[in-house]
């Protein structure tokens, strides 16, 4: 698919009334563009000139001014990971989302990586309402903090809008003792209830997997599916529903313009409609200056205590989303041989997930404090764990058991090395695990340096919430400050001794 952005349909939101023949009319044609953003934790630019909120703001006016019939969506994920939320848990994102103007968002499960409260206190800042169908208190009851659906009447379609959370929340982030249920029986639910309050139209605003969100339009759930989550660019039609996601950042914002034809006759009412995808590469798109200027002003807030050099990289650094949730990297191995340095472990453990920088560092590069808590934002701590050689074993069994879906489980290490069999069954796929030169022993017991998040059963990891706590989360120290210290006493960032993990 072309990241260009295609031309707008003609007579776009024009309205009119013929006759045909046997008496029919037509009563109306109107067309609604649904603008996408998704996954968009990072305020400014790339270094190619992609994504931001300035960007994003522009696109968004734009789109308006070129039909007035224009919703726009956010898929999830704003608040976290970022490199000012370790600071403010996503305050800046919520003003900075104000300004750029949304009509509509999700939550994604990045937004409680800071823990419930925070999710609640900060989304109730959006000048938008936040849509969540299948939320739950630990009673079962419905989560008060948003509204399941809402309905829009634009140019005389009646919208139906569902809110989807990622059903696996609990897993990913930290919404304490709230419940996620699954996403397509709730949108199964509302989509009927909306239905027979007389919507036209039904959209899943949904920060689930791919394969949920291909489900709902499979079995014709609703209409138009707008995800999040899988930082994708996505568009998909199968004649009778239809999907889309927009990357991540708003690198590549999406559009699809659907086309409606309004029949009455006789009482009844009949709409058919039509989509037209779009994508806009905001690369060359000029900036919102307002917003522009607001990202400055926080940008600049960070500049004296980031812009300070820990080290230099003697070789190059890949801290890409594909990478770090697949295979072993240099990146990966410095920030677990950091963990297990800071902490005297035998091992260390984190996940690949909570590296996310997404870019390459060249050999010669100076690493400076910004360059770390980039790659490291979560605010996680080091913990020191005692785990059985048969738990490691378990760990290591989760973090490899989703590799073909490129989940961020996968496990970066330190002070072992296993084989993985990626064509065995999942729980199957480990062998030859190697402890300082020596078989793992299933019955002795190591010190496992990990991180809290997985500590407390974070990405599947729930063998390590059994395993004895040695250090706490509230004693510990931050991963991103024992990577700094690791770096700065390094000097020079070095190829690890070793191949750690081999993949067949």
Request: charged share 25%; proline share 3%; aromatic share 6%.
């Amino acid at each position: 698919m072309s990241f260009s952005s295609l031309t707008r349909r003609a007579l776009l939101g024009m309205a009119f009334a013929t006759l045909l023949p046997g008496g029919i009319a037509l009563a109306e044609t109107t067309d609604v563009t649904f603008v996408l953003v998704n996954d968009s934790d990072k305020m400014a630019a790339d270094r190619d000139g992609r994504g931001g909120f300035a960007k994003m703001a522009a696109v968004f006016k734009t789109e308006r001014e070129a039909n007035p019939n224009t919703i726009v969506v956010h898929g999830g994920d704003m608040l976290s990971p970022s490199l000012l939320s370790g600071f403010d848990k996503g305050e800046h994102i919520v003003t900075l989302a104000n300004m750029a103007g949304f009509d509509v968002a999700v939550p994604g499960n990045h937004e409680y990586d800071f823990g419930p409260e925070n999710a609640t206190a900060q989304l109730a800042k959006t000048d938008f309402p936040v849509l969540a169908a299948n939320i739950e208190n630990a009673d079962g009851t419905p989560l008060a903090d948003f509204e399941s659906t809402m309905v829009k009447e634009v140019g005389g379609v009646s919208i139906g809008f569902i809110g989807l959370a990622e059903e696996t929340t609990e897993e990913l982030s930290s919404p304490g003792d709230l419940s996620f249920t699954n996403p397509v029986a709730a949108a199964t639910e509302q989509a009927e209830k909306l239905r027979g309050e007389g919507a036209d139209f039904i959209v899943a605003i949904s920060h689930n997997r791919l394969s949920l969100n291909e489900q709902m339009i499979e079995d014709n759930v609703v209409d138009l599916v707008l995800g999040g989550h899988n930082h994708n660019v996505w568009a998909y039609y199968n004649g009778r529903a239809a999907g889309m996601e927009s990357g991540h950042d708003g690198m590549w914002i999406g559009a699809v313009d659907v086309s409606f034809e309004i029949e009455e006759e006789d009482g009844e009412r009949e709409v058919e409609w039509t989509p037209t995808f779009r994508f806009t590469d905001t690369k060359d798109v000029e900036a919102d200056p307002d917003v522009a200027a607001k990202v400055a002003e926080y940008e600049a807030t960070l500049d004296k205590e980031l812009d300070v050099d820990v080290g230099t990289t003697s070789i190059e650094l890949d801290s890409r989303r594909a990478s770090v949730r697949s295979q072993e990297t240099v990146l990966g191995s410095l920030i677990a041989d950091a963990m297990r340095k800071a902490v005297d472990a035998d091992i260390a453990i984190t996940n690949g997930g909570g590296i996310r920088g997404d870019k390459t560092y060249a050999a010669g590069t100076k690493l400076t404090r910004r360059d770390v808590l980039t790659e490291l934002p979560f605010g996680n701590r080091n913990v020191l764990l005692e785990m059985t050689g048969a738990q490691v074993k378990e760990a290591l069994e989760n973090g490899v058991s989703q590799i073909e879906e490129g989940a961020g489980r996968f496990p970066q290490v330190s002070g072992l090395s296993f084989n993985v069999d990626r064509t065995a069954a999942a729980g199957s796929r480990v062998s030859d695990v190697m402890v300082a030169g020596a078989p793992l022993d299933e019955g002795a017991s190591y010190k496992v340096a990990t991180n809290d998040y997985m500590a407390g059963g974070g990405d599947g990891y729930a063998v390590m919430k059994d395993a004895k706590v040695l250090l706490d989360p509230y004693s510990a120290k931050l991963m991103a400050n024992d990577v700094m210290v690791y770096i700065r006493e390094m000097g020079e960032v070095t190829a690890p001794d070793g191949v750690r993990i081999t993949i067949k």
